[in-house]
């Protein structure tokens, strides 16, 4: 079992659409979780960390729940440019970083 | 965007080859990360640094090494290059550390044949 893992994509939804993606992870040691953008054969970018009250950037959702281990990002009302590749990154006190394998997005007119 | 570069974007190399990437920074951060890109895989750490001449290995290490004599560069070696190091390769930085979050080069795609 992978240490984290992502929801297996495509998702393929219409522009508005509410969309939701989850993130788990095996350990319990870990500290901080993030979120990446990746747009195809270019470099990951931050899109936002996630706090363990949740939060929240303009149509951009993140929460943690560490009692069942996982993280999601929620995008609300859909943009056609939100169509990317979002990677989960789970860090350990450690400062160890591991990457999901990414989730694709597609959103169509 | 933070200054962080790559060279070269792309090259094809042959197998047994040497190859260098370089990565270079503006924003005087401490931490420098080199990872690879692989379908199925993720990102893998390859090597990492801490401060000029202070380095690490990552969880795919092998075959590979690095050097950061300033702080502002931070090379990757393939010593022999293989077939099975053919990936894109990403250069990150970070102010404090993978607590703080990664800011990633445009990344370096290496074909080696």
């Known amino acids: 079992r992978k240490e984290v893992e992502q929801d297996p994509g495509p998702f393929n939804v219409p522009e508005g659409a509410t969309v939701a993606f989850n993130c788990t992870y095996s350990?319990?040691?870990?500290?901080?979780f993030f979120w990446y953008r990746q747009d195809c054969r270019k470099e990951p970018k931050l899109l936002m960390s996630?706090?363990?009250s949740g939060n929240e950037d303009g149509r951009f959702t993140a929460q943690l729940n560490r009692a069942s281990q996982y993280i999601s990002l929620l995008i609300r009302d859909s943009k056609l440019s939100d169509s990317a590749t979002y990677l989960c990154v789970v860090n350990t006190n450690a400062g160890k970083s591991t990457f999901g394998d990414g989730t694709t997005l597609t959103v169509k007119p | 965007d933070a200054g962080i570069t790559q060279s070269p974007r792309h090259k094809v190399t042959e197998t047994g080859t040497p190859v260098t990437l370089r990565c270079h920074q503006t924003?005087?951060?401490?931490?420098m990360y080199w990872y690879r890109q692989d379908p199925g895989h993720g990102l893998r750490l390859i090597h990492y640094s801490y401060g000029v001449k202070d380095t690490d290995k990552g969880e795919v290490s092998d075959g590979y090494s690095v050097s950061r004599s300033k702080t502002e560069d931070f090379l990757l070696t393939l010593e022999s290059a293989t077939s099975s190091q053919t990936s894109v390769y990403f250069c990150a930085i970070s102010e404090s550390g993978a607590g703080g979050g990664y800011t990633f080069g445009s990344g370096t795609r290496l074909t080696v044949v």
């Open positions: 350990n319990s040691a870990s500290q901080s």
């Open positions: 924003e005087n951060h401490r931490y």
């Open positions: 996630v706090y363990s």
